[in-house]
């Protein structure tokens, strides 16, 4: 009887998954006008990252975990995973010598918020993957 609802929560867990539950997807403010989409693919460590006023123009790449509590992107960033702040390689490094600039400037440093997954980027998605 314990295999058998273990299987059947198994089961419907699986049938209850959303498609967005693969990706993590935030907005990043980049100084006072800049606004980035970021969007990572926890399946397959793949990102797309996008200007929001243009999200026609898509740059995509991968990403890998670097230590506890950080990604690493292959554009030259990190990603700090518990603040969820992307920052430069050198901004990184300064901090972990306890000298983080108390004003970084936008091309350090850029506070994220996690989003929903956009309807669009999905649908985008899912087109490109049937190709």
Partial sequence: MKKFTIT????????????GDKYTSL???EGRFDTVNLIL????????????????DIRSGTYQEEGENYYYLDIG???DRRSLV???PEYLESCRNQNCPRSPSPTEYAACKKIDLPERYLNKASVKNQI
Avoid: G, H, Q, R
Wanted: aromatic share 10%; charged share 20%.
């Fill in 8 to 19: 059947t929560i198994a089961l419907i867990a699986v049938s209850c998954s959303d498609a």
């Fill in 27 to 29: 907005i990043c403010e």
């Fill in 41 to 56: 693919n926890k399946e397959n460590f793949t990102f797309d990252a996008y200007m929001t006023d243009d999200p026609n």
């Fill in 77 to 79: 960033a990190f990603l």
């Fill in 86 to 88: 992307l920052m430069s």
